[in-house]
């Protein structure tokens, strides 16, 4: 088993950058898809990036496509959650996620704490 660790969160103010990065705290994401979801107050979560275990397929929700990128480095064990011209609606509460099977999906077994981002107008 393994249980993601988010680190990078912050405030910030909007059209700024953040990276948001994750490790595991026990095992390894070694073959495991990873991925990235948030939750704003009051909303449903959402899917906002995810990554194959060889980094080769990468895939985005709709809402964050261009501005979020995602990469993972094996060889040290981390995700990444790079964000570009951050909104206001992107505040929430990102969570990594990770998943022995193909993709993360909200049903993934391995979720982390969370971080929270705000930004800000």
């Known amino acids: 088993q393994v249980q993601p660790v988010e680190s990078g969160g912050g405030s910030v103010q909007a059209g700024g950058s953040l990276r948001l990065s994750c490790q595991p705290s026990?095992?390894?994401?070694?073959?495991?898809?990873l991925g990235w979801f948030r939750q704003a107050p009051g909303k449903e979560r959402e899917f906002v990036a995810g990554?194959?275990?060889?980094?080769?397929?990468?895939m985005y929700g709709i809402s964050v496509k261009g501005r979020f990128t995602i990469s993972r480095d094996n060889a040290i064990d981390t995700v990444y959650l790079q964000m570009s011209s951050l909104k206001p609606e992107d505040t929430a509460v990102y969570f990594c996620?990770?998943?022995?099977?193909?993709?993360?999906?909200?049903?993934?077994?391995?979720w982390g704490q969370g971080t929270q981002v705000t930004v800000s107008s």
């Open positions: 996620v990770a998943d022995p099977r193909m993709a993360v999906t909200t049903n993934s077994n391995y």
């Open positions: 026990g095992g390894t994401f070694k073959n495991y898809a």
């Open positions: 990554i194959s275990w060889n980094g080769q397929q990468t």
